[in-house]
Protein backbone atom coordinates (compact mmCIF):
# COMPACT_ATOMS: atom_id res chain seq x y z
CA UNK A 1 0.00 0.00 0.00
CA UNK A 2 1.64 3.66 -0.77
CA UNK A 3 -0.11 6.84 1.04
CA UNK A 4 -0.26 9.48 -1.04
CA UNK A 5 -1.57 13.26 -0.49
CA UNK A 6 -4.18 14.84 -3.02
CA UNK A 7 -1.91 17.25 -4.41
CA UNK A 8 -1.65 16.93 -8.49
CA UNK A 9 2.08 16.97 -8.21
CA UNK A 10 2.26 13.83 -5.79
CA UNK A 11 -0.63 11.91 -7.24
CA UNK A 12 0.68 11.93 -10.57
CA UNK A 13 4.20 10.87 -10.30
CA UNK A 14 5.58 7.24 -10.03
CA UNK A 15 7.84 6.19 -7.48
CA UNK A 16 9.60 2.76 -6.26
CA UNK A 17 10.17 1.44 -2.56
CA UNK A 18 12.31 -1.15 -1.42
CA UNK A 19 9.01 -2.98 0.50
CA UNK A 20 6.90 -2.52 -2.59
CA UNK A 21 6.56 -5.94 -4.80
CA UNK A 22 6.56 -3.51 -8.15
CA UNK A 23 6.65 0.24 -8.71
CA UNK A 24 3.83 2.77 -8.49
CA UNK A 25 2.38 4.11 -11.00
CA UNK A 26 0.44 6.56 -12.37
CA UNK A 27 -1.68 4.16 -14.22
CA UNK A 28 -2.89 2.54 -10.62
CA UNK A 29 -6.12 2.55 -8.98
CA UNK A 30 -6.22 5.70 -5.77
CA UNK A 31 -8.42 5.64 -3.23
CA UNK A 32 -9.17 8.50 -1.80
CA UNK A 33 -9.85 8.84 2.22
CA UNK A 34 -10.28 12.21 3.71
CA UNK A 35 -9.94 10.69 7.74
CA UNK A 36 -7.68 8.05 9.22
CA UNK A 37 -8.39 5.03 8.18
CA UNK A 38 -7.82 1.87 10.90
CA UNK A 39 -6.27 -1.30 9.80
CA UNK A 40 -9.10 -3.19 10.69
CA UNK A 41 -11.51 -1.22 8.02
CA UNK A 42 -9.36 -1.27 5.26
CA UNK A 43 -10.19 -4.50 3.57
CA UNK A 44 -14.09 -3.68 3.98
CA UNK A 45 -12.78 -0.24 2.36
CA UNK A 46 -10.83 -1.63 -0.42
CA UNK A 47 -14.24 -4.31 -1.09
CA UNK A 48 -16.42 -1.15 -1.33
CA UNK A 49 -13.59 0.51 -3.70
CA UNK A 50 -12.89 -2.52 -6.15
CA UNK A 51 -17.13 -2.79 -6.47
CA UNK A 52 -17.21 1.14 -6.92
CA UNK A 53 -14.26 1.24 -9.71
CA UNK A 54 -15.81 -1.29 -11.32
CA UNK A 55 -19.27 0.52 -11.38
CA UNK A 56 -17.62 3.68 -12.78
CA UNK A 57 -15.78 2.00 -15.44
CA UNK A 58 -18.89 0.19 -16.97
CA UNK A 59 -20.64 3.80 -16.61
CA UNK A 60 -17.87 5.14 -18.39
CA UNK A 61 -17.10 2.49 -20.81
CA UNK A 62 -21.22 2.50 -21.73
CA UNK A 63 -21.56 6.14 -22.23
CA UNK A 64 -17.96 6.05 -24.69
CA UNK A 65 -19.27 3.17 -26.15
CA UNK A 66 -22.68 5.15 -27.21
CA UNK A 67 -20.86 8.18 -28.17
CA UNK A 68 -19.22 5.92 -30.74
CA UNK A 69 -22.12 4.39 -32.08
CA UNK A 70 -23.07 8.50 -32.93
CA UNK A 71 -25.81 7.84 -30.23
CA UNK A 72 -25.58 11.40 -28.76
CA UNK A 73 -27.77 12.63 -26.36
CA UNK A 74 -29.84 15.85 -27.30
CA UNK A 75 -31.73 18.48 -25.33
CA UNK A 76 -35.04 17.17 -24.44
CA UNK A 77 -34.21 13.37 -24.75
CA UNK A 78 -34.26 12.68 -20.76
CA UNK A 79 -34.29 9.08 -20.92
CA UNK A 80 -30.50 9.69 -22.87
CA UNK A 81 -29.40 12.49 -20.28
CA UNK A 82 -29.85 10.12 -17.61
CA UNK A 83 -27.30 7.79 -19.20
CA UNK A 84 -24.90 10.53 -19.39
CA UNK A 85 -22.21 10.70 -16.31
CA UNK A 86 -22.10 14.33 -14.98
CA UNK A 87 -20.39 16.11 -11.90
CA UNK A 88 -22.67 16.40 -8.68
CA UNK A 89 -21.00 20.01 -8.76
CA UNK A 90 -20.43 21.67 -11.53
CA UNK A 91 -23.55 19.09 -13.50
CA UNK A 92 -20.29 18.79 -17.12
CA UNK A 93 -19.99 16.17 -18.43
CA UNK A 94 -17.18 14.08 -16.71
CA UNK A 95 -14.09 12.50 -18.59
CA UNK A 96 -11.80 10.15 -17.40
CA UNK A 97 -10.14 10.36 -15.22
CA UNK A 98 -12.76 11.50 -12.58
CA UNK A 99 -13.61 10.44 -9.02
CA UNK A 100 -16.59 8.23 -7.80
CA UNK A 101 -18.21 7.69 -4.19
CA UNK A 102 -17.85 4.24 -2.78
CA UNK A 103 -20.65 5.50 -0.17
CA UNK A 104 -23.21 7.07 -2.05
CA UNK A 105 -26.47 4.42 -3.18
CA UNK A 106 -26.66 6.49 -6.68
CA UNK A 107 -24.00 7.11 -9.38
CA UNK A 108 -22.12 9.59 -8.00
CA UNK A 109 -19.11 11.42 -10.20
CA UNK A 110 -16.99 14.58 -9.47
CA UNK A 111 -14.39 15.97 -11.65
CA UNK A 112 -11.18 16.78 -11.29
CA UNK A 113 -11.36 20.26 -11.51
CA UNK A 114 -14.31 20.55 -9.08
CA UNK A 115 -12.66 18.15 -7.06
CA UNK A 116 -9.20 20.59 -6.59
CA UNK A 117 -11.52 23.30 -5.12
CA UNK A 118 -12.14 20.93 -2.06
CA UNK A 119 -14.57 22.34 0.22
CA UNK A 120 -15.18 25.61 -1.76
CA UNK A 121 -16.55 23.76 -4.50
CA UNK A 122 -19.39 22.30 -1.66
CA UNK A 123 -20.19 25.47 -0.65
CA UNK A 124 -23.67 25.35 -2.37
CA UNK A 125 -24.24 21.97 -2.73
CA UNK A 126 -27.15 20.19 -0.43
CA UNK A 127 -27.14 16.66 -1.79
CA UNK A 128 -26.48 13.45 0.33
CA UNK A 129 -22.73 12.95 -0.84
CA UNK A 130 -20.79 13.76 2.42
CA UNK A 131 -17.48 15.26 2.03
CA UNK A 132 -15.72 14.74 5.09
CA UNK A 133 -16.83 10.82 5.08
CA UNK A 134 -17.64 9.39 1.90
CA UNK A 135 -14.50 8.04 -0.02
CA UNK A 136 -13.85 8.48 -3.45
CA UNK A 137 -12.49 6.02 -5.87
CA UNK A 138 -10.78 7.21 -9.06
CA UNK A 139 -12.02 6.44 -12.56
CA UNK A 140 -10.04 5.93 -14.91
CA UNK A 141 -8.82 3.62 -17.87
CA UNK A 142 -7.32 0.20 -16.37
CA UNK A 143 -3.26 0.46 -17.17
CA UNK A 144 -2.14 -2.85 -19.32
CA UNK A 145 -0.20 -4.24 -16.60
CA UNK A 146 -2.62 -3.64 -13.72
CA UNK A 147 -3.15 -7.45 -13.32
CA UNK A 148 0.31 -9.45 -13.39
CA UNK A 149 0.48 -12.66 -14.28
CA UNK A 150 0.15 -15.52 -11.80
CA UNK A 151 3.75 -16.43 -12.26
CA UNK A 152 4.94 -13.14 -11.77
CA UNK A 153 2.83 -12.54 -8.78
CA UNK A 154 4.02 -15.57 -7.33
CA UNK A 155 7.93 -15.12 -8.09
CA UNK A 156 7.15 -11.66 -6.41
CA UNK A 157 5.75 -13.10 -3.39
CA UNK A 158 8.72 -15.39 -3.27
CA UNK A 159 11.26 -12.86 -3.50
CA UNK A 160 9.55 -10.46 -0.83
CA UNK A 161 9.70 -13.50 1.53
CA UNK A 162 13.07 -14.68 0.91
CA UNK A 163 14.12 -11.26 1.80
CA UNK A 164 12.18 -11.08 5.07
CA UNK A 165 13.53 -14.74 6.14
CA UNK A 166 16.99 -13.37 5.21
CA UNK A 167 16.72 -10.39 7.67
CA UNK A 168 15.20 -11.78 10.40
CA UNK A 169 18.26 -15.05 10.61
CA UNK A 170 20.35 -11.77 9.97
CA UNK A 171 18.86 -10.62 12.85
CA UNK A 172 18.49 -13.94 14.94
CA UNK A 173 22.36 -14.30 14.22
CA UNK A 174 23.52 -10.63 15.14
CA UNK A 175 21.27 -11.52 18.69
CA UNK A 176 22.80 -14.66 19.34
CA UNK A 177 26.42 -13.40 19.00
CA UNK A 178 25.48 -10.11 21.49
CA UNK A 179 24.27 -12.57 23.82
CA UNK A 180 27.79 -14.76 23.70
CA UNK A 181 29.36 -11.76 23.89
CA UNK A 182 27.83 -10.83 27.10
CA UNK A 183 27.88 -14.31 28.35
CA UNK A 184 31.93 -13.89 27.30
CA UNK A 185 31.97 -10.54 29.56
CA UNK A 186 30.38 -12.06 32.30
CA UNK A 187 32.45 -15.48 32.66
CA UNK A 188 35.24 -12.74 32.89
CA UNK A 189 33.79 -10.26 35.67
CA UNK A 190 33.13 -13.90 37.50
CA UNK A 191 36.76 -14.84 37.19
CA UNK A 192 38.80 -11.44 38.24
CA UNK A 193 35.53 -11.81 41.55
CA UNK A 194 37.25 -15.31 41.90
CA UNK A 195 41.16 -14.41 41.55
CA UNK A 196 40.67 -11.21 43.91
CA UNK A 197 39.29 -13.42 46.44
CA UNK A 198 41.78 -15.99 46.13
CA UNK A 199 39.54 -18.63 45.07
CA UNK A 200 40.42 -18.76 41.90
CA UNK A 201 43.31 -20.75 42.20
CA UNK A 202 42.05 -23.30 44.74
CA UNK A 203 42.73 -20.85 48.12
CA UNK A 204 41.04 -18.93 50.29
CA UNK A 205 41.08 -16.78 53.63
CA UNK A 206 40.36 -19.72 55.74
CA UNK A 207 42.38 -21.93 53.59
CA UNK A 208 45.52 -20.59 52.65
CA UNK A 209 46.99 -23.18 50.82
CA UNK A 210 50.20 -25.78 52.00
CA UNK A 211 52.77 -23.83 54.03
CA UNK A 212 56.52 -23.30 53.10
CA UNK A 213 59.10 -23.79 55.02
CA UNK A 214 62.62 -23.13 54.90
CA UNK A 215 64.78 -26.43 54.01
Given at each position: MVNLCEEAGCLDVSLSREDL?????????????????????????????KQALARSRDIMHEYESSLKEGAMPTPGDESALTNVPSCIL??????????F?????DDVFICMSCDHQNEVA?????????Y?????????????????????R????????????TTQEAAIKDLQDAVHERLGRVEQMIQ????SK??????????????????
Amino acid sequence: MVNLCEEAGCLDVSLSREDLSRPHDTTHDLLKVRYPLFTREQGKRQRLAKQALARSRDIMHEYESSLKEGAMPTPGDESALTNVPSCILCHKTVMQPCWFCTHCEDDVFICMSCDHQNEVAFANYHGHHDYHIHDLVRCQKAGEDDELPVEERLANLEEKFTTKFTTQEAAIKDLQDAVHERLGRVEQMIQLMLTSKGLGNGTSPNNPGPKRGRI
